[in-house]
């Protein structure tokens, strides 16, 4: 497709990106049907191609969004389906990522949204934050009808969020007891450590148990992808930043770390992307590393028992970690591997639950949400088990099964505690 940016403009490394990927866009609309906002509201500015014009023209004119384009980039998961489908190779995340920090900027939004997109990125990455709002957040939900409609949905949110616990602390450095066959960093995360701790502690157990030395990375406690869901860069990248540099602290004995781990695939897909957002070769150094666990662990001969054989789980194939790190076939193969009895539904789309997108657009999230639920328990599981936390809220307040992290099985099955 052709554009029509100014050198000027094109001067902006983000933007250039961003127009390279609309001059691959031959507009075929192959992608259309594999979009889940095109699916459920039948309209072409909710599908990927439409989204692509109203990103072109919204750049190329650097105008003020009207409300309607706002609301149809609003509406765009960053599933990244379209990705997978797209025969063109298009890249979509440096459009819809450019477009959310220019609608960020410019756009006029309610004063009521514009709050609560400040607060989901002021609060939810700190995690002294999130705890007390979660707990404010449940005594409030039985009254959420009374309170501003901005807020209803994050109380309604967090009455369905599991409580906030608190996790046995975990060693900085956790060693095997013979000589390792590697060095990981384990990144920690923000929301994950509140809602589920218990995932962080399930990864250290089953890594140091076949021989990794693991050392925990926090940076200052999120990786930045809330804030860049939400197109706030600066606060992205100061999160981004800090990450980068715990890993390299740990680093600096000029041993570096054999991967970088994350057990939460929204926070993989953004910190493979950091070298990019960071316009940083450090950073480039670690996306190029970051790997999903279950990915890390493929090839790895795992020490299984026999108590969990043929117990029958559902795997929900985070859209992240599907087309965002491209790394989703390692864990349904290990748990195969291990004696699960996996069975994995034929309706792939999204959950719903897209970083904040529950919150923001709760309509179009709980229909998914519902579908993705049914389409899970039609196969009749013990368990539901994913590789993102988010996924994992959002199915969990819809179903009355146990829903899991994947880490959480391969535990149990090779050693650890039944989840
Ligand atoms: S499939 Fe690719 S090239 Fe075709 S419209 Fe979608 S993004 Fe553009
Ligand atoms: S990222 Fe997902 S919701 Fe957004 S346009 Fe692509 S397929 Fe549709």
């Not at 934050?129 to 939900?141: D, H, N, V, Y």
């Not at 906030?164 to 900085?172: D, F, H, S, V, Y």
């Not at 781990?261 to 929204?266: E, F, L, N």
């Not at 009749?380 to 088990?385: E, H, L, R, T, V």
Request: contains cysteine; positive net charge.
């Amino acid at each position: 497709m052709r554009t029509n940016f100014t050198p000027a403009q094109l001067e902006d490394p983000q933007l250039a990106a961003a127009e390279k990927q609309l001059r691959a866009c031959v507009h075929c609309g192959i992608c259309t049907a594999t979009c889940p906002t095109y699916t459920l509201l039948g309209d072409e500015l909710d599908g990927p191609r439409g989204r692509i014009q109203l990103i072109q023209h919204m750049l190329e004119t650097d105008a003020v969004p009207s409300a309607k384009v706002v609301t149809h980039i609003d509406r765009c998961l960053s599933c990244l389906a379209c990705v997978s489908a797209c025969p063109s190779g298009v890249n979509y995340p440096r459009l819809i990522d450019k477009a959310r920090e220019h609608i960020e900027r410019k756009a006029q939004r309610p004063w009521a949204r514009r709050l609560l997109r400040k607060a989901l990125g002021q609060v939810l990455p700190h995690r002294e934050l999130l705890r007390p709002l979660l707990m404010l957040g449940r005594i409030g939900a039985p009254f959420a009808a009374l309170l501003p409609e901005a807020l209803r949905a994050p109380a309604r949110l967090a009455a369905r969020l599991p409580k906030a616990e608190r996790g046995t602390p975990i060693a900085k450095v956790s060693r095997p007891s013979g000589t390792p066959v590697g060095r990981v960093a384990l990144h920690v995360g923000c929301v994950q450590e509140v809602v589920a701790p218990r995932i962080t502690r399930a990864a250290v157990r089953v890594l140091v148990r076949h021989g990794f030395e693991v050392t925990t990375v926090e940076g200052d406690g999120c990786c930045g992808a809330l804030n860049h869901h939400l197109g706030q860069a600066a606060e992205a990248h100061t999160h981004a930043k800090a990450l980068v540099a715990d890993i390299a602290k740990h680093e600096d004995d000029g041993k570096p770390f054999d991967a970088i781990v994350t057990t939460a695939s929204g926070c993989g897909a953004v910190v493979r992307d950091i070298g990019f957002q960071l316009n940083d070769e450090r950073g480039a150094a670690v996306g190029a590393r970051t790997r999903d666990i279950a990915d890390l662990l493929r090839g790895v001969p795992l020490k299984t028992g026999r108590a969990h054989r043929f117990t029958r789980v559902a795997y929900h194939a985070a859209c992240s970690l599907t087309h965002g790190m491209k790394q989703a076939a390692a864990a349904p193969q290990i748990l195969r591997t291990l004696g699960f009895d996996v069975v994995e539904p034929r309706d792939t789309q999204c959950c719903g639950s897209a970083g904040v997108y529950n919150v923001l657009e709760p309509a179009i999230a709980d229909r998914l949400q519902q579908r993705k639920a049914a389409t899970l328990m039609e196969t009749q599981p013990k368990y539901i088990a994913t590789g993102n936390i988010g996924c994992l809220a959002q199915i969990a307040a819809a179903v009355q099964l146990p829903v899991v992290h994947t880490i959480e099985l391969i535990d149990w099955a090779t050693g650890g505690p039944k989840p």
